[in-house]
């Protein structure tokens, strides 16, 4: 059973600090990696993919993949209000599906 | 058109009634996917059309629910004899269904109310 693993949260963050997003993954072959943010009553909109080990940055948010220790991460530097929302780690598999997680609830504090 | 497109946005229906759900994929996408969402709750795989492959049936919850796609393109997921647990939101997203081009990029629901 492929599973994608993350804390439900809810992760409470001062505005202007560093969220952290963490999400694990049993599929040793799975190649491609996703998050997604989603507000309440809306559908899940593409943050960041990321393909190879290592950081990817945009903007304020910083993907981390790490392969060997199954695990990929979302770092959202200077956090905002507006950022706050759930964020769903997803994974490919063989099949080009992507395996969700439950996704973490993310609430900036002003 | 530019995004995935899904209708009606709200359906209420009455127990024991049937109900069709429109997907109409981002052009050029091979890849179609339905997922349904409970109130609170993450994502939950439905079914997956791919090309003129099988689709990948392997989430429907019942053999209450179907769903087909014609001309590789538009999809219609049906509900027969509609439950109240069948409430929830039902999501659609498209891909081009290729390593490296596999992101999703979904619809803006379907919300159905089962009274």
């Known amino acids: 059973q492929k599973e994608v693993e993350q804390n439900s949260g809810p992760l409470s963050v001062p505005e202007g600090a560093i969220a952290s997003l963490n999400c694990t993954y049993s599929d040793r072959g799975s190649q491609s990696f996703f998050w997604y943010r989603q507000y309440s009553g809306k559908s899940p909109e593409l943050i960041m993919f990321i393909y190879s080990n290592g950081d990817k940055e945009d903007g304020r948010f910083t993907a981390q993949l790490n392969k060997a220790s199954q695990y990929v991460s979302l770092l959202i530097r200077d956090s905002q209000p507006s950022d706050s929302a759930t964020y769903l780690c997803a994974v490919s598999d063989s099949n080009y599906q992507l395996i969700w997680g439950a996704g973490t609830k993310l609430i900036i504090k002003p | 058109g530019a995004g995935v497109s899904q209708s009606p946005s709200n359906k209420v229906t009455e127990k024991g009634k049937d109900v069709e759900l429109r997907c109409d994929p981002i052009s050029g996408h091979t890849a179609l996917y339905w997922y349904r969402q409970s109130l609170g709750q993450g994502l939950e795989f439905l079914i997956y059309?791919?090309?003129?492959?099988?689709?990948?049936k392997s989430g429907l919850p019942s053999d209450r629910f179907s769903a087909e796609r014609t001309g590789g393109s538009v999809s219609t997921l049906t509900i027969q004899r509609t439950q109240q647990e069948d409430s929830a939101v039902y999501l659609c997203?498209?891909?081009?269904?290729?390593?490296?081009?596999?992101?999703?990029?979904f619809g803006a629901g379907t919300r159905l109310s089962v009274l």
């Open positions: 059309f791919q090309g003129n492959s099988a689709p990948d």
């Open positions: 997203a498209s891909s081009f269904g290729l390593e490296g081009a596999n992101i999703q990029y």
